[in-house]
């Protein structure tokens, strides 16, 4: 009798195939095995594997997540990749029925995104410029600060996935640039349109790292010679999300706001709810920010329905005064 495979085999394949056939990035793999790693662990306590656990099996995993304080949305994620492998599963064979299939996940509302106002964008984005153009700094925490500065402008401009933004390749930073190409989720490539403040951000943190270029020349490992953007010594050649992540927080405290409302993420909130306050269309900011399905921008629409009252207040001709 052939043995059966081991979860970890499984999980492999089916990893290997979010990859190849759906073009699934690192992110979002490594999401995918930190979720069925921990369903195993689960089966493997309860005497089952992905091959012959049962539905009420999968119906425990799922209390355990309860019992254990997960948020509905974290539960309902943990169900969706628990969907996708069983539906591999049986599509290769391996299984010859779906388990999950019947399974109903937890009732939970779609929360609204946490955003910042207007304002509060531009308190940090002056700030943030002030400490670009410090003079009682060294060179190297210069070029830091015009780093920083260079990545939260170009975040609100163009509302990137952070991963999409520290991942930058120095072409980007073309001289007289209008729009940038951007490589996003699935391996998709996209035209993001720069304002006038991000091409200015860029070409001055651009020449700062030539001036910096030409004072190390002839060392080793200098960062500046990369193909990136925004350099780092680190395995992935380019700076961090956590590292970026991190930053921000500290602007954040240094520009009034608490920190625990600000993220990168948070920052690519504001730009779409931003656009769509002043009139953009849902479909362009679905395009602007990558999102494949209409239906995960549309998180937004209370920002348009906002917007609409507002219009129908200030200038419907019977609208009360």
Known sequence: MRAKPSDAKLTGLFLDMLAAEQGAGPNTLDAYRRDLTDFSEFLSRAGHSFVDAET???RDYLGDLDARGFKSSSVARRLSAMRHLFRFLLNERIRAEDPAAILSGPKRGRGLPKVLSIADVDRMLTRAKEMSEAADVSPSQRLRALRFYCLLEVLYATGLRVSELVSLPRTAAKRDARMIVVRGKGDKERLVPLNEASRQAMAD????????????????????????????????????RQHFARDLKELAVA????????????????FASHLLH?????RIVQTLLGHTDISTTQIYTHVVEERLKSLVRDLHPLAEK
């Open 278 to 282: 002043n009139g953009a269309d849902l």
């Open 56 to 58: 009420q099996v999968l």
């Open 255 to 270: 520009s009034g706001l608490q920190a625990r409302l600000v993220s990168p993420h948070v920052l690519r909130h504001a």
């Open 205 to 240: 943190y651009l020449a700062a790292t030539e001036a910096a270029k030409e004072n190390k020349k002839g060392e080793k490992g200098s960062v500046a010679a990369t193909k990136w953007l925004f350099p780092s010594f680190g395995e992935s050649g380019h700076l961090t």
